[in-house]
């Protein structure tokens, strides 16, 4: 069943990847949250958020799916120790949804040429990623504005004939 869904990660369900914490903000702010993916982690996740009717785990779904809910999704969340740019980031800013992601090296490195694509939380800090979720969540304008430059940011710098274009000048090709 597809839902809009205030919060979507997509994400091997690995310590790593914080989706306990993610888990846990949603509770507390009693917002939705979609969960896609799979991993050993997955039946202890579940057990985390059983009793909330708004968390739901999809497991592994096709690109089309994953497609399909990030454009019914409100916000998309990674929030890795060290894994920065991702495809489904990239697919989340390409259908124009805000981003929150952890602030590592990774991603201060992609999002610097344009801090207004992105949020950029320290997962030492609960209550910041709470604060800044909610926030987020009571702007429409700024989601929206943080949607559509997160989409610029896909067209100019992560466009196929760019990304060509960096692995031939890589290789020496000409």
Known sequence: ???RSDLVAVSRLVPWKNIDLLITVAQELQISLVIIGDGPLRLELENQSQGCSKIQFTGS???D???????????FCQIS????????LLQAMSVGLPTVLSDIAGNRQIFELEPKSCVLVNLNRKDEIKSKIDDLLKSKDK??????VARSVVCVHFNEEKQFEKIELLLGVN
Do not use: N, Q
């Open 61 to 63: 779904l096709s690109e």
């Open 81 to 88: 120790d060290y894994e920065g740019l991702s495809f489904s």
């Open 143 to 148: 989601m929206w504005e943080m949607g559509e």
């Open 65 to 75: 799916e994953v497609y399909s809910f990030l454009c019914k999704s409100r916000i």
């Open 1 to 3: 069943m597809l839902f």
